[in-house]
Structures are given as C-alpha cells and as structure tokens.
Nanobody, 123 residues
Framework: QVQLVESGGGLVQAGGSLRLSCAAS????????MGWFRQAPGKEREFVAT????????YYSDSVKGRFTISRDNAKNTVYLQMSSLKPEDTAVYYC????????????????WGQGTQVTVSS
C-alpha cells in the first residue's frame, strides 16, 4: 500500500511559478514510479510528468516540457513538480500517483493516487 499526500497548489498569475509536493509512504528499496497528472473541468485526466524512484529517469508531456520539472528527494520520500511560465490552460486539479515498476504516461496504470490539489492560473 502506498499513501500519497499532496500540497502546494494555489492561485498564481500567468507567467508565475508554483511548486507541488507529494509525500509518499515509501520504504527504502521500493521501486515504483511516480507521476503527476491533471484534470481540468469537463476534461479527461491527462499525463503531466513521471519519474522513477530508482535512477530518477523523467518523462514529460509535450505541453509542459521545458516549463515543468519533476524531481524527487529520496531522504524525504517526496516528489516535486516545479511549474514555471504558467499559463491559464495549466489550470486544473493536479494529482500525484504511484505505480509499481516502470514509469508510464497512462493514468490507468497507476494504482495509488493522492487527493489532488487545485492550481489556478489567472490571465
């Protein structure tokens, strides 16, 4: 069982930055992938970024590449999503998720989810 607790959402103006955090109940040696997804009103949940705990390999959606950075702190069992150059279309509820094994971009592959945190970007 993996428990995830997110924090860091809020309201920001276009062009601004926010950092989301996701604290995971991880044991040393657990090899699972972490992902960030988002869901805007009336839209399906979409992939944002993913990282593997072991190795730290990352992968981004085209819509955020170059603006967002996913990272992890093994000592704190926390994954971060640093968001810069935010746009109004980034407005959504952001979810942290975990899956055993290798990282993927498919929400259905992830079995553990956080509660979500709202990010609102004003124009």
């Amino acid at each position: 069982q993996v428990q995830l607790v997110e924090s860091g959402g809020g309201l920001v103006q276009a062009g601004g930055s926010l950092r989301l955090s996701c604290a995971a109940s991880r044991r040393a040696g657990d090899n699972y992938a972490m992902g960030w997804f988002r869901q805007a009103p009336g839209k399906e949940r979409e992939f944002v970024a993913t990282i593997s705990w072991v190795g730290g390999n990352t992968y981004y959606s085209d819509s955020v590449k170059g603006r967002f950075t996913i990272s992890r702190d093994n000592a704190k069992n926390t994954v971060y999503l640093q968001m810069s150059s935010l746009k109004p279309e980034d407005t959504a509820v952001y979810y942290c998720a975990a899956k055993w094994g290798s990282r993927t971009a498919k929400p259905d592959d992830y079995g553990y989810w956080g509660q979500g945190t709202q990010v609102t970007v004003s124009s």
